[in-house]
């Protein structure tokens, strides 16, 4: 039996969002939706239902980071299994700027 490389394009937002949650080791809290000064007041403070939570997800750092390559983001999402969203998005922009800087062997 040969391998098949199947090459897929980027998904949409909401689509990337869906397969986010659906790689989630855990379910993902409203709190870590919210947003951090550092991620500026584009995000709602209250999210009231799944699309609302789905959409949110969608236009998250790490989402956006991911930029909707399927298999980045199948990578990724188990990362939290013992970590924040926003610890996520932290590793991914230090390992992007290590590997950025030829350093990123780790």
Do not use: Y
């Amino acid at each position: 039996c040969a391998e098949k490389v199947i090459t897929l394009s980027p998904l949409q937002p909401l689509q990337a969002a869906r397969l986010f949650l659906q790689w989630c080791p855990r379910a993902i809290e409203n709190n870590e939706l919210e947003p951090r000064p550092s991620q500026g007041g584009g995000m709602p403070k209250e999210v009231k239902n799944s699309m609302d939570a789905l959409s949110v997800l969608a236009n998250h750092p790490v989402l956006k980071f991911l930029n909707g390559h399927p298999h980045a983001i199948t990578l990724a999402a188990p990362l939290l299994q013992d970590r924040s969203l926003e610890e996520v998005h932290k590793l991914l922009e230090s390992k992007s700027a290590r590997d950025q800087r030829g350093g990123g062997a780790s």
